[in-house]
């Protein structure tokens, strides 16, 4: 029986429920997934884990290459026994599935959706959010495996040209805004930056466009909650609650005049790394009272930030990159501008498309964009462009390679599908479309439509989900702001 055979056998019967897999396990998987465990359930690593001292004492990491150097000795086959016992424990403990599968794929949408391949994509730019050097203070212990600002800047950049695109990068370390004077001498045409920080005491915001010596920059620990908010009016940036179900939620009733709110935070909570049920940002909460907030007519900007703090070996670029936020203007001098209208969308891993989100009504000849407000009665018309240009570009090293294959080894059996869905107001399914994305390339992206009746305010704003229809098993990949209808703010 061959191993792919036999471990085909092994996880249908047993739904991961079963650890003997982890004997199949690369040594470079065992320490990357237990890696991520340990900053999931406490948001860093802590020195005086044995763990992860062990970890570190037995490999050597090339941090330029992203690279685990491993040595055939005692003490690698040590480090890889402790392994498998770490995560067969965490495994055990912790084998729960979703609940609200059921209800999300039950949903009966009230148009029908239209799906078009196509040649067209509309152009735009990344905007790579909520980013950490080594000027933050936090995980001391973990200085050598933190980037700096100049690191953090060529690591975007060359992200950037293999894909041929142009972005926009605010390093937001807590409490100071050096790390943008660090870099603004060596900027280039491909990468604009904004001076940014992340701001306030237990409340955390990024604030984005910040002006220059900003008086009351060292003062942002002594604010939480309402009063975080308030005080940062004086910054003059554009102004993000940062993972607002973080430990103690913060409502969105609480959220005031601010201008966006960090729906997703960090690539941790998306698939091939969480397999546990483990919640740190708690992203579906925090996306649930954006929702909320809209159906109580405000109009938050939705965006995604990487949270990135410190390399995590085999996955620094995705963690650095992803989630991204892509905004359709190739001209990056207008990041700020289109975030504080939400003209922007988010993508949460490398295979997802950038998302634009259009609209008019029936008879009218320009379109408006995510972000934008339409008046009007009659037939709406909705497209939603997904472009696959990036989504099978290089990513990561030989090292990141070897986890992410070993990781579609324990899942190729289960059927997933995509699913586009359409929502309005009141968060009430108008429409969704199922896709499959081996039918798109960098040549062939998708155009999805729709009609709907309007007669009062309304919005209307996508998403684009993964859907495993055998287990319970939810991946968001991607989302967009709303087009806001006859809306009377």
């Known amino acids: 029986m061959n191993r792919t055979f036999f471990i085909f056998l092994l996880l249908s019967q047993s739904v991961m429920a079963n650890t003997d897999f982890l004997k199949d396990a690369p040594l470079e ?51 890889q026994k402790n392994l498998i016992q770490h995560l067969e424990k965490k495994y055990s403990e912790n084998n729960k599935t979703s609940k609200n599968q059921k209800t999300f794929l039950d949903q009966t949408p009230i148009a029908e ?8 994509k509309p152009k735009g730019h990344y905007y790579f959010n909520h980013i950490h050097t080594d000027i933050s203070q936090d995980n001391s212990s973990l200085k050598w495996l933190k980037l700096t600002p100049k690191e953090t800047y060529s690591r975007l950049d060359n992200f950037l040209k293999r894909r041929k695109m142009q972005g926009t990068v605010a390093f937001t370390d807590h409490d100071t805004d050096i790390a943008f004077d660090r870099v ?18 237990k409340t955390h915001m990024c604030l984005i466009g910040i002006k220059e010596n900003w008086d009351n920059l ?16 004086s910054s003059d940036g554009f102004r993000i609650i940062n993972h607002p179900n973080r430990k ?29 049920d483990l919640k740190r ?21 939705a965006v995604a930030g990487s949270d ?40 949460t891993r490398p295979d997802a498309p950038k998302l ?61 599908f995509w699913e586009i869905r359409f929502f309005n107001q009141n968060g009430d399914l108008v429409g969704k479309r199922k896709i499959n994305p081996k039918w798109y390339n960098y040549k062939k992206h998708f155009k999805a439509t729709l009609s709907m009746p309007i007669d009062s305010q309304n919005t209307i704003r996508a998403e684009l989900w993964s859907v495993n229809n055998k287990t319970d098993f939810l991946d968001l990949l991607g989302a967009t702001n709303p087009i806001y209808i006859n809306w009377k703010k």
């Open 308 to 347: 990135f703090h410190f390399m995590i070996p085999c996955f620094s670029e995705r963690t650095l990159t992803y989630p991204l936020n892509f905004i359709p203007t190739a001209d990056t001098s207008q990041t700020k501008a289109y975030l504080k209208e939400g003209r922007s969308s988010f993508l």
């Open 218 to 233: 060292p003062n942002g620990r002594e604010y939480t909650g309402e009063e975080s908010v308030r005080q940062s009016r």
């Open 281 to 301: 940002s708690d992203n579906r909460n925090a996306f649930k009272q954006w929702h909320n907030s809209i159906k109580d007519n405000k109009n938050y900007t």
């Open 356 to 416: 634009t989100l259009q609209a008019k009504f029936e008879g009218e000849e320009s379109w408006t964009d995510m972000g934008g407000k339409i008046s009007g009665q009659g037939n709406l018309e909705v497209q939603l462009y997904g472009d696959f240009s990036d989504s099978r570009k290089k990513i990561g090293g030989v090292c990141y390679n070897i986890v992410n294959s070993f990781y579609r080894t324990l899942t190729f059996w289960k059927k997933r």
């Open 29 to 79: 998987w065992l320490i990357a997934d237990t890696l991520q465990h340990k900053i999931y359930e406490h948001g860093h690593l802590d020195k005086d884990d044995q763990l992860i001292e062990e970890i570190f004492s037995s490999i050597q990491y090339d941090k330029i290459n992203d690279e685990i150097i491993l040595t055939s000795n005692k003490k690698t086959y040590a480090l």
């Open 184 to 201: 603004a001498p060596i900027k280039n045409d491909r990468l604009n930056i904004l001076r940014g920080v992340e701001w306030g005491g």
């Open 248 to 276: 103690t939620p913060f409502p969105y009733t609480s959220w005031l005049g601010v201008d966006g709110v960090e729906v997703w935070n960090t690539a941790l909570e998306n698939s091939p790394f969480l397999r546990l």
């Open 113 to 120: 959706v239209t799906l078009y391949k196509t040649n067209v």
